[in-house]
């Protein structure tokens, strides 16, 4: 008996195998009739992010909200910039030398700058992953629009945990090498590092786009560039010369918004795309390039030019109670009080004073003792009131090695905080001498006929400072005042916010500096240094070296010898030299737009350039300026 073999249809021959899916094994499919069918494993569910706990997280600790979403790199940076700028803002505030005001205060904002942007930043990236983790037929939904749309340090993460640690490590153990790098050299190594980035940075912008990696046209890169460049380069060279350079900024940052408009009209010629540079999708403003560059050059213009405008903090500084007190004037009342004699040691050998109201003026006379002689001005009470109110103020004294009288006045007025003007009269004993400390917040410092052992300090807040036949170095400063020196054996340097300065016959160094007045000077200083902000320079036979600044205005030099080396330099405002046309000098000198003329023989006009050697050329004139040149005969 034959068996026919049975004929059945494809679904009744088919076999089927499965295996049970097992973390990441693949479901099988085996049919007799067709290939295996492999069915992709199941996705493992990713925990979802929430944008709250991120915020939240990052609100608490800077970096944990980046932490949660899987940001180490970030999560790690922004913990270690505020810790970084605690080191640094700890270290400027406590190595000793002159405290950089602006620095501090950058430093300080920096602290609460880093953690709103970590919150910021936080919740943004939360937003991203979220927004493009939902993005129907991706692989990996979380992964892949992390790498695209949420950036992360890349080689900067490295680079800042390596600098970052070293300056961490030396703002800890603080050696001597690096106080003196950042006193010296440390403008130099700013305007070299923001150099070196506008240059990096224009040059990575012109290879992606003769790459054609940049889609679009990002435009304020190379204006970024230019502004940090040409800040870097004004930083080194006040560092190199001396100069105040940096202050042409003021008058010059108009040019970033021309650069940039420039920058724009280059790009939307070469596109040669109106219709689409209209609507916007090619060309974008590149906020992120430009903005910070804006804010860094501003920071470093702050801090290295903190002296043009440190007086209005210097008016609160010079006591922490200034602000809440009230200056009486030298009007009204008027109280002479009977003269206070304080007894002189044989190891006495400083007298400090310490006033808040009133001048003070010291003088030798020929006495034993010291005498002071106090008036009592109060201005708006009348009768037994202003009595009273002048009976209640006294002079509080310190016997011994250093004498210390402090001015304590009873406070009047409807504010109850009005200080009583007190006028010291200071009578020291002409067979002694003393070294000086005086401060006062608000009256004139006198000197006359005066004899220091070494050193004199002298500091008001508002009043001039005078100076006649004084022996002993002298430095000192008014916030607000005039400043008249004359007939002084020792070093003198003195320095006004707002007024002239006038100088004659100073044996030693002279050092003069204001913000706003004139400056004058008479057969002054062995060495010569003189600089303001906003006045003339009058300067009348020059000792030795010389060193002369203005920022706006004229200066008239007027010597019938060289004797030492001259650094002259104005930005805006004519220079006017009369030197002698028989001595041992170089001339070197510029002028960037003014007229060069010379009336002296062996020196060569060259364009812009006046050069030439008298004598031998020992000592060197260098003249550089922005207006006219004059070099006449004495």
């Given at each position: 008996m034959k068996h026919e073999p049975r004929v059945t249809s494809p679904s009744e021959n088919q076999k089927f195998f499965s295996t049970m899916d097992r973390g990441d094994v693949q479901l099988t499919v085996v049919e007799e009739s067709g290939s295996p069918e492999v069915i992709p494993p199941r996705q493992k569910q990713r925990p979802v992010k929430r944008k709250f706990i991120a915020g939240l997280l990052a609100a608490?600790?800077?970096?944990?909200?980046?932490?949660?979403?899987?940001?180490?790199?970030?999560?790690?940076?922004?913990?270690?910039?505020?810790?970084?700028?605690?080191?640094?803002?700890?270290?400027?505030?406590?190595?000793?030398?002159?405290?950089?005001?602006?620095?501090?205060?950058?430093?300080?904002?920096?602290?609460?700058?880093?953690?709103?942007?970590?919150?910021?930043?936080?919740?943004?990236?939360?937003?991203?992953?979220?927004?493009?983790?939902?993005?129907?037929?991706?692989?990996?939904?979380?992964?892949?629009?992390?790498?695209?749309?949420?950036?992360?340090?890349?080689?900067?993460?490295?680079?800042?945990?390596?600098?970052?640690?070293?300056?961490?490590?030396?703002?800890?153990?603080?050696?001597?090498?690096?106080?003196?790098?950042?006193?010296?050299?440390?403008?130099?190594?700013?305007?070299?590092?923001?150099?070196?980035?506008?240059?990096?940075?224009?040059?990575?912008?012109?290879?992606?786009?003769?790459?054609?990696?940049?889609?679009?046209?990002?435009?304020?890169?190379?204006?970024?560039?230019?502004?940090?460049?040409?800040?870097?380069?004004?930083?080194?060279?006040?560092?190199?010369?001396?100069?105040?350079?940096?202050?042409?900024?003021?008058?010059?940052?108009?040019?970033?918004?021309?650069?940039?408009?420039?920058?724009?009209?280059?790009?939307?010629?070469?596109?040669?795309?109106?219709?689409?540079?209209?609507?916007?999708?090619?060309?974008r403003p590149d906020f992120r390039g430009l903005l910070p560059a804006i804010l860094l050059g501003a920071s470093v213009f702050i801090v290295s030019e903190q002296e043009h405008y440190l007086h209005l903090w210097n008016k609160v500084s010079l006591n922490l109670t200034a602000a809440a007190v009230d200056y009486g004037e030298a009007k009204g009342s008027k109280f002479q009080k009977p003269a206070l004699t304080v007894p002189v040691e044989l190891n006495t050998a400083k007298l400090d004073v310490d006033a808040i109201n009133g001048d003070i003026f010291v003088h030798r006379s020929p006495i034993d003792h010291i005498e002071i002689t106090p008036t009592v001005w109060i201005d708006q009470l009348e009768g037994a009131r202003a009595e009273a109110v002048s009976d209640q103020s006294f002079i509080e004294v310190a016997e011994g090695a250093t004498i210390k009288l402090t001015t304590k006045g009873k406070a009047y007025g409807e504010s109850g905080k009005r200080q009583p003007r007190i006028d010291l009269d200071i009578a020291i004993p002409d067979n002694r001498r003393f070294n000086l400390q005086i401060t006062t917040m608000n009256g004139g410092i006198k000197l006359q006929n005066t004899e220091a052992i070494q050193d004199i300090s002298l500091e008001t807040g508002n009043g001039p400072i005078i100076l006649y036949k004084v022996f002993g170095s002298v430095k000192g400063k008014t916030h607000n005042g005039e400043v008249r020196v004359r007939e002084v054996e020792g070093d003198v340097d003195l320095a006004t916010n707002g007024g002239d300065m006038r100088a004659w016959d100073v044996a030693g160094a002279l050092k003069l500096s204001t913000a706003v007045g004139n400056i004058s000077a008479e057969r002054s200083g062995n060495e010569l240094d003189v600089s303001t902000r906003n006045g003339n320079v009058a300067i009348n036979e020059v000792r030795s070296s010389l060193n002369a600044q203005s920022l706006n205005g004229i200066i008239d030099i007027r010597s019938p010898y060289v004797q030492g080396d001259w650094n002259i330099y104005s930005a805006v405002g004519d220079i006017d030299l009369r030197l002698p046309v028989e001595g041992s000098y170089s001339l070197k000198g510029s002028s960037s737009y003014g007229d060069i003329v010379s009336g002296i023989p062996g020196l060569v006009i060259d364009k812009k350039t006046i050069s030439g050697k008298i004598g031998t050329g020992e000592f060197k004139v260098e003249v550089e300026g922005n207006s006219n040149l004059n070099v006449i005969k004495n």
């Open positions: 608490m600790v800077p970096g944990a909200g980046h932490l949660y979403l899987g940001l180490l790199r970030k999560g790690i940076s922004f913990p270690f910039l505020i810790v970084l700028d605690i080191a640094a803002l700890l270290y400027f505030s406590s190595i000793g030398m002159q405290i950089n005001v602006p620095l501090l205060i950058l430093l300080a904002l920096c602290i609460p700058a880093v953690y709103f942007f970590n919150v910021y930043d936080a919740l943004q990236s939360a937003d991203r992953m979220i927004h493009f983790g939902k993005i129907p037929g991706a692989a990996d939904p979380v992964q892949a629009p992390r790498r695209r749309f949420i950036s992360e340090p890349g080689i900067s993460f490295g680079l800042l945990l390596l600098l970052g640690g070293a300056m961490l490590f030396l703002f800890r153990q603080r050696p001597v090498w690096l106080r003196h790098f950042i006193e010296h050299q440390a403008g130099a190594a700013a305007g070299i590092l923001l150099i070196t980035f506008g240059v990096i940075l224009a040059a990575r912008e012109t290879l992606l786009k003769m790459l054609r990696r940049r889609h679009g046209d990002r435009i304020g890169r190379f204006t970024a560039s230019f502004l940090l460049v040409g800040v870097g380069i004004l930083l080194f060279r006040d560092w190199q010369l001396g100069t105040d350079n940096m202050l042409l900024l003021l008058k010059w940052w108009p040019t970033v918004p021309v650069m940039w408009g420039l920058e724009y009209l280059f790009a939307y010629l070469i596109a040669r795309r109106p219709r689409k540079a209209v609507i916007g999708s090619g060309f």
